[in-house]
């Protein structure tokens, strides 16, 4: 599977880290690469846009919280972006929402559970059945 992960200047330290830990995924690196302070939306938008042009089929954003890179996310249709601190959020956004971005709190959680929620969104799979139906009216909104 192809993933692109991105991160602003909160995110950048996380990003390095799970690019680290799993090396055997070909990571597309979107940015940013220096503690220089950017701006989240951007680096929501190339990730965006390279799921959204079927470049990479999923995609991870982190800023220092996770929240304004998710927001800026869910602005493009088509993008599902989930924002979780814990296993269970993590595991149902593949399960039930067939997230397609996980973002994430650089400054919110510890490596053990960051790993953790990055590995069940790699490995879970998307449940479909009725929630197919509900993802299809999202994506009618
Ligand atoms: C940047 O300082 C910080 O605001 C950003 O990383 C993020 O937390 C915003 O939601």
Not at 49 to 77: D, P, V, Y
Not at 86 to 97: G, K, L, Q, V, Y
């Amino acid at each position: 599977m192809q993933v692109g992960i991105a991160a602003d200047h909160g995110g950048l330290a996380l990003k390095t880290s799970i690019k680290n830990e799993f090396k055997a995924i070909q990571w597309q690196d979107f940015g940013t690469s220096s503690d220089e302070s950017v701006d989240y939306p951007d680096y929501a938008q190339v990730l965006c846009k390279a799921i959204l042009n079927e470049e990479i089929e999923r995609g991870i954003l982190i800023c220092g919280t996770g929240i304004g890179i998710s927001i800026a996310a869910n602005r493009f249709k088509g993008i599902r972006a989930a924002l979780c601190h814990d296993a269970f959020t993590a595991e149902m956004a593949r399960r039930h929402n067939d997230a397609n971005v996980l973002a994430l709190g650089g400054r919110v959680l510890d490596l053990e559970m960051a790993f953790r929620i990055v590995r069940l969104f790699l490995d879970t799979e998307f449940e479909g059945g009725r929630h197919q139906r509900r993802v299809q009216k999202i994506e009618q909104i």
